[in-house]
C-alpha cells in the first residue's frame, strides 16, 4: 500500500514536472522577451525606480484602472529616500499616502490612460538626455506638475520643497550677516527649462538677452554661475521675485548669495 501510494506521488511529481517543461517550451518567446524587456529596464531606470514601477502597476491593476501620475505618486512614497525627505520637512508620509489611496479609491471613471504613458516618457526622456538611468526624483518632478502633486502640499510639507530637497538638499541663503554686498549665484539642474532660466535673467535681473543666454550656457554646462553683484536687501528681492517665478513653473531653481 505505501508503495503504491509513493508511485503515485512520484507519477503526479513527474506530470507537473512535464507540464512546467511543455509550458516552458510553448513559451519560450514570451519568456525571452521578458528578459529582454527586464534587461531593458535595468538600464533605463535605476533600481528604486524599478521598485516603484511595479508597485504603481500593482496599484494600477488592483484597482483594475490605467496607470496614472496618482499610481506612480503612491509607489515613489515608498522609497526610502523620498520618506526621509518628507520627514525633514515636517512632512508626515503616512497622512500624504493616505490621501493618495483615498483619492485612487474614489476615483473610477476620470482616469485618462495616456496620463501615465506621458509622464514616464517625459522623465524618461529627462534622465535620457542626461545620459543616466531614471529616478524616482524624475518621476516626482513631473508628477508635481499634475494634478496629483496637490496632494504633496499637506502643510508644512509642499511638493515643491520636497522636489528642491531631493534635487539640491537644503534652500540656499538669500542674505548673509554682516555683508553689504552680495554675489547672487545661479545653479544647474535637470528640471529648469533654458528658456525659463533666460526668462528670469532677463525680467527680474534686467541682463539683456545675449548676456542672459551666455549666463545660462554657462549654468548649463558649468553647473554654475555668477549672476551679478548686488546689495544684499536688492539681492534678496531679487532672489525671492526670481523664485515665485520659478515656483510657478514647479522648477527647482537654486539661486542663493555667496560673499564678495
Given amino acids: 500500500m505505501y508503495a503504491a501510494g509513493v508511485e503515485a506521488f512520484v507519477l503526479l511529481i513527474s506530470s507537473f514536472a512535464a507540464s512546467g517543461v511543455l509550458w516552458t517550451w510553448q513559451n519560450r518567446a514570451r519568456i525571452r522577451e521578458e528578459r529582454l524587456r527586464q534587461k531593458q529596464l535595468a538600464t533605463m531606470l535605476d533600481e528604486d525606480m524599478q521598485i516603484a514601477l511595479h508597485l504603481a502597476k500593482h496599484a494600477a491593476t488592483s484597482r483594475n484602472q490605467p496607470l496614472g501620475p496618482l499610481h506612480v505618486l503612491y509607489a515613489v512614497l515608498q522609497t526610502e529616500r523620498v520618506a526621509a525627505a518628507i520627514a525633514k520637512l515636517g512632512g508626515d508620509t503616512a497622512a500624504v499616502e493616505a490621501a493618495v489611496t483615498t483619492q485612487l479609491d474614489e476615483t473610477v471613471h476620470d482616469l485618462d490612460p495616456r496620463d501615465g504613458n506621458r509622464l514616464l516618457g517625459t522623465a524618461l526622456g529627462i534622465a535620457h538626455g542626461h545620459a543616466r538611468p531614471m529616478t524616482c526624483i524624475d518621476a516626482l518632478v513631473m508628477i508635481q506638475r499634475t494634478p496629483a502633486g496637490e496632494l504633496l502640499d499637506q502643510p508644512p510639507l509642499s511638493g515643491d520643497a520636497l522636489v528642491f530637497e531631493l534635487v539640491h538638499g537644503d534652500a ?15 545653479r544647474n539642474d535637470d ?14 535681473f534686467g541682463i539683456e538677452p545675449t548676456r542672459a543666454h551666455e549666463l545660462m550656457r554657462t549654468v548649463h554646462e558649468g553647473g554654475r554661475a555668477v549672476v551679478g553683484r548686488f546689495g544684499v536687501a536688492d539681492a534678496r528681492e531679487k532672489i525671492t521675485a526670481a523664485r515665485a517665478l520659478a515656483k510657478a513653473s514647479h522648477a527647482p531653481l537654486w539661486l542663493g548669495v555667496e560673499a564678495c
Fill in 191 to 204: 528640471y529648469t527649462t533654458m528658456q525659463l532660466v533666460e526668462h528670469i535673467l532677463e525680467t527680474v
Fill in 172 to 186: 540656499p541663503p538669500v542674505t548673509l550677516p554682516r555683508e553689504t554686498h552680495v554675489h547672487v549665484v545661479l
